[in-house]
């Protein structure tokens, strides 16, 4: 039987250095739980166009489209801000999601009882919060046709389409709703169809997808409202859905309430392969973060948990997710803190390393 297959994509800033300590981990998995990986590395973003002049070569998207899953530390940074636009870091990120067709990115929003009040919302609003962001993520107006900059009466127009079919809003809800099953049985629907064509459709596809889900409690709510919500009562909300410009803002609403960008993972899945596995690539929300390259400062709790939900929607493993979870849960609750995390009573900060060193104990500790 053959392991299991990743390609690790550090790219640029932190993301290489994150990464180190994600390696760790799976290293750990293979020694202690004999879960074992076959690992491949390579490069995307502004460390692809240093070497390859493109962010994202052609082998390198082969390859990611013949494995069982990616993960991808982050992409970008100043040194590449007067680059083209058709070569820009983010280009190689934007060109995995499309070609490997991940349409359903997940975006959980968890606060940590021990960072409860890391959160810039009272303590008790976001206790306990967990909520699920699913956007749809391979098309709507990031893709959408015509679009671009042109002269109309002397005067330059800039054009970008929003633009959905049913079957891509289809998909992605029945992803939305398959994961509210597992959870509590709720879906919210955001979109803006008071204003937008694509929003009455949206809206009305959700709605008939919910036909075959009958067990979840659907809701509409229009997406400014729901960003409003979101910062007035967030644990109202179990399962969200939405389209990609839409789920970028509220994701990152939803991000912060947690208190920190470190502390979150991604996941963006795609149509099963023939082992019957999604196409799936794995990513911390937070970016490159050139301020503190380079200096351990970097926090690895988001990437090691992108990895921790891997082996929950890639790899059946979800005892095994829980066991990583749970360590993470223990050294937050035991005080290890990375700089971002340093609350206003301060205290020493712990390296990139060191949190790397504490997560393993604690998983040494699990079993």
């Known amino acids: 039987m053959t392991n299991p297959s990743l390609l690790i994509l550090a790219g640029d800033g932190i993301g290489p250095e994150v990464m180190e300590q994600v390696k760790r981990v799976i290293t750990w998995y293979g020694d202690k739980r004999d879960l074992k990986f076959d690992v491949s590395e390579d490069l995307v973003g502004g460390a692809a166009y240093d070497k ?39 280009r190689g990120l934007l060109r995995l999601r499309k070609e490997m067709d991940l349409f359903a990115n997940l975006r959980p929003a968890q606060c940590f009882d021990a960072l409860a009040d890391f959160s810039s919302l009272k303590q008790e609003l976001v206790a306990g919060l967990d909520i699920m962001i699913v956007r749809e993520l391979t098309s709507g107006v990031y893709f959408g046709e015509p679009r671009g900059i042109h002269m109309e009466d002397n005067l330059r127009v800039g054009v970008n389409t929003q633009r959905y079919t049913e079957a891509e809003i289809e998909r992605g809800a029945r992803a939305a709703f398959e994961l509210a099953m597992k959870r509590d049985k709720k879906l919210c629907s ?31 709510m229009y997406a400014d409202n729901g960003a409003m919500q979101l910062v007035r009562a967030p644990k109202q909300f179990d399962v969200i859905y939405t389209d990609n410009l839409f789920g970028d803002i509220l994701s990152d609403c939803a991000a912060m309430l947690t208190g920190s960008l470190g502390m979150l993972p991604s996941a963006s899945l795609g149509l099963p392969m023939a082992n019957g596995r999604p196409k799936a690539m794995y990513e911390p929300v937070h970016g490159s973060a ?28 979800g005892a095994e997710a829980d ?24 205290g020493t900060p712990i390296s990139t390393v060191e949190m790397g060193d504490v997560i393993l104990a604690a998983l040494d500790a699990s079993l």
């Open 190 to 220: 955001m979109e803006k169809a008071n204003v937008m064509e694509s929003g009455i459709l949206w809206r009305d596809v959700v709605t008939e997808v919910s036909a075959d889900y009958p067990e979840v409690e659907l809701s509409h």
């Open 323 to 346: 066991r990583l979870e749970a360590a993470i849960e223990k050294v937050l609750a035991d005080g290890a803190r990375t700089g971002d995390l340093m609350g206003p009573e301060g």
């Open 290 to 317: 050139p301020d503190i390259t380079g200096q351990g400062k970097a926090n690895p709790i988001a990437c090691i948990l992108s990895f921790a939900m891997a082996l929950r929607y890639s790899f059946d493993e």
């Open 52 to 90: 390859h002049g493109v962010p994202l070569h052609d082998d390198t998207m082969a390859r990611a489209q013949e494995v069982d899953a990616v993960l991808l530390g982050a992409v970008g940074g100043p040194a590449y801000d007067d680059l083209d636009f058709s070569v820009k870091p983010e």
